[in-house]
């Protein structure tokens, strides 16, 4: 697929990108063989992986998030069972595998309930004599909710105000005063404009402190408003573990698109997890080993791998809402449309070739 794109930097230039070849007309692409137009567009330099048994951590982690974002359990508990395991040969993997789920509550389901409840374990399952099966149980518990991508959650419609806003910040790479941006976000969100809340919201979270200036800020508004799902996300979650989510902004963004109109029906929605429940699912997935990482967990991305589906980014996201659509099912062994499920909504598209 030929696209003719507008220069991000200079409205009178235009770039031919060649998405299936991974070949743009771009400056850059000679000189580094590839560029910021190719991954606009949904293209991405594989990293090459050789799938085993034994994948490292970083691959392991993103089984672990790819398995929960597509719903599979099993396969989501037997990477963190495998992750586990480098609790005693790695420093800081049991924080860092705790902290994913932390995010995944958020990056992956619009259960706010759930959300709470894992904030509320969140320390707990740092325990260095923690059971693994209580964190198999929270695990579960994020999955058993609908994930973004099924009409049940609301979520296609937040995944897609993201992609719109993520791609008009790639037209506004101008320098951004902080206080001007967060006004901006604010009547965005008096408009109702997810797209454009969250543009400023991704905007402002790209500058040093912006999190929690635009956390205080959001805090204001729906104090006002009485919003009190943002309430939620920002009081029970973000203001309590906020430094140690690092620069990951899922509980703000959710809280902005909540802000303007959002909505969920699963948004209370608080599933048990038994003990038993959690037990044979662990002593199944102990039962699986040795067991070769899939091709679709890895990403080329966050670890070393060649499959983008399933990646974490606004559009690679929408395409998934789409996968779902066509399939009325998520199955990454299903035959993926590219030129179908993935949308060049947002981009400045002149013509194709």
Not at 317 to 322: E, H, L, T
Request: net charge neutral; charged share 20%; glycine share 8%.
């Amino acid at each position: 697929m030929k696209y003719v794109m507008q220069s991000f930097s200079r409205l009178d230039q235009r770039y031919v990108v060649d998405k299936a070849e991974g070949h743009c007309s771009c400056p850059a692409f000679p000189r580094e063989g590839w560029c910021k137009h190719l991954e606009a567009v949904g293209a991405y330099r594989p990293r090459k992986v050789n799938l085993t048994s034994r994948p490292s951590f970083s691959q392991a982690l993103s089984g672990l998030v790819k398995s929960i974002r597509v719903r599979n359990i099993q396969e989501a508990v037997y990477w963190l069972g495998y992750c586990w395991g480098f609790r005693e040969r790695i420093n800081g993997t049991q924080f860092r595998t705790v902290r994913r789920l932390l995010i995944g509550a958020a990056e992956d389901g619009h259960s706010v309930s759930v959300m709470e409840q894992m904030a509320e374990v969140f320390q707990p399952l740092l325990a260095k004599d923690v059971q693994l099966e209580k964190v198999v149980a929270e695990l579960v518990r994020i999955c058993k909710v609908p994930n973004w991508w099924h009409p049940a959650s609301g979520g296609p419609d937040y995944i897609y105000a993201g992609m719109i806003a993520s791609r008009e910040m790639l037209y506004h790479r101008e320098a951004i005063q902080v206080q001007e941006a967060l006004g901006q976000m604010e009547r965005a969100i008096d408009a109702g404009d997810s797209a454009k809340a969250l543009r400023w919201a991704m905007l402002v979270g790209n500058v040093e402190s912006g999190l929690s200036l635009m956390a205080t800020r959001l805090l204001g508004i729906a104090t006002v408003r009485n919003h009190q799902v943002a309430l939620r996300l920002l009081r029970n979650i973000y203001l309590r573990h906020g430094a140690k989510l690092g620069g990951d902004n899922n509980f703000i963004t959710q809280a902005v698109w909540w802000l303007c109109g959002g909505d969920s029906p699963v948004v209370d929605e608080l599933p048990s997890v038994s003990d038993e429940e959690a037990t044979g699912l662990l002593d199944a997935a102990r039962s699986m080993y040795p067991h070769v990482i899939p091709g679709w967990c890895c990403d080329g991305i966050h670890c070393a791998g060649t499959d983008v589906r399933y990646a974490g980014m606004w559009d690679r996201m929408y395409a998934v809402c789409r996968q779902f659509e066509y399939y009325q099912r998520l199955d990454p062994n299903d035959e993926w449309l590219e030129a179908s499920f993935y949308s060049m909504d947002g981009h400045l598209l002149l013509r194709r070739p």
